[in-house]
């Protein structure tokens, strides 16, 4: 079992920066490929990014590329996501997520239990 604890989020205006963070206990952070979720309200959830198990590889949606970076510090079992550039259509809900796959947009099977993002004016 992994446990992973979302922090960071909040009301932003927009063009605005935020950073989440999610802390991972339970076994071996490095294991697992890492990635963000969002869902807005009335939306399905989305995978915003992810990262390898090194932080050498990594994906983004398209419609964060060039405004989101994610991150990870094995040593601390966290990984981050950073929001510049912040958008209202970046209101969401975002979820970390863990997964034991093969490749970055594999299955995840942990979960943490969300971060509020608002971006308004």
């Known amino acids: 079992q992994v446990q992973l604890a979302e922090s960071g989020g909040g009301l932003v205006q927009p063009g605005g920066s935020l950073r989440l963070s999610c802390a991972a206990s339970?076994?071996?952070?490095?294991?697992?490929?890492m990635g963000w979720f969002r869902q807005a309200p009335g939306k399905e959830r989305e995978l915003v990014t992810a990262i390898n198990r090194s932080g050498l590889g990594t994906y983004y949606a398209d419609s964060v590329k060039g405004r989101f970076t994610i991150n990870r510090d094995n040593a601390k079992n966290t990984v981050y996501l950073e929001m510049s550039v912040l958008q209202p259509e970046d209101t969401a809900i975002y979820y970390c997520?863990?997964?034991?796959?093969?490749?970055?947009?594999?299955?995840?099977?942990?979960w943490g239990q969300g971060t509020q993002l608002t971006v308004s004016s």
């Open positions: 997520a863990a997964s034991s796959d093969y490749v970055l947009r594999g299955h995840y099977v942990y």
């Open positions: 339970g076994r071996t952070f490095s294991n697992y490929i």
